[in-house]
């Protein structure tokens, strides 16, 4: 069983910045695609960012390219997300999600096993 955590979340002013973390437990496949999604209230569950853990490889959605960072700590079995120049547009609840032995290839259609319990992030104009 993996258990995923997160934390980091908050509110902040537009132009400001967050940082998520994603603590992993339980095993977890070096070959793992791990991602950041997101959920605003009254809107559809939207894909931030991912990252393919066997080879650092990292995609984006389209609305966060250039501001958000994703990455990963194998040694503390973490992945983040760094978000600069938040606007009120990225306020929602923020998930962490695994999908074991997958590439990443076809993130926005993969069904991910394992999900967290969320964090939110407000941001205020």
């Known amino acids: 069983q993996v258990h995923l955590v997160e934390s980091g979340g908050g509110s902040v002013q537009a132009g400001g910045s967050l940082r998520l973390s994603c603590a992993a437990s339980?095993?977890?496949?070096?070959?793992?695609?791990m991602g950041w999604f997101r959920q605003a209230p009254g809107k559809k569950r939207e894909g931030v960012a991912v990252?393919?853990?066997?080879?650092?490889?990292?995609t984006y959605g389209d609305s966060v390219k250039g501001r958000f960072t994703i990455s990963q700590d194998n040694a503390k079995n973490t992945v983040y997300l760094q978000m600069n120049s938040l606007q009120p547009q990225d306020t929602a609840m923020y998930y962490c999600?695994?999908?074991?032995?997958?590439?990443?290839?076809?993130?926005?259609?993969?069904?991910?096993?394992?999900w967290g319990q969320g964090t939110q992030v407000t941001v205020s104009s």
């Open positions: 339980g095993y977890i496949p070096a070959s793992t695609c």
């Open positions: 999600a695994a999908q074991p032995l997958n590439t990443c290839n076809d993130w926005l259609n993969t069904n991910f096993r394992y």
């Open positions: 990252i393919y853990t066997w080879e650092d490889s990292t």
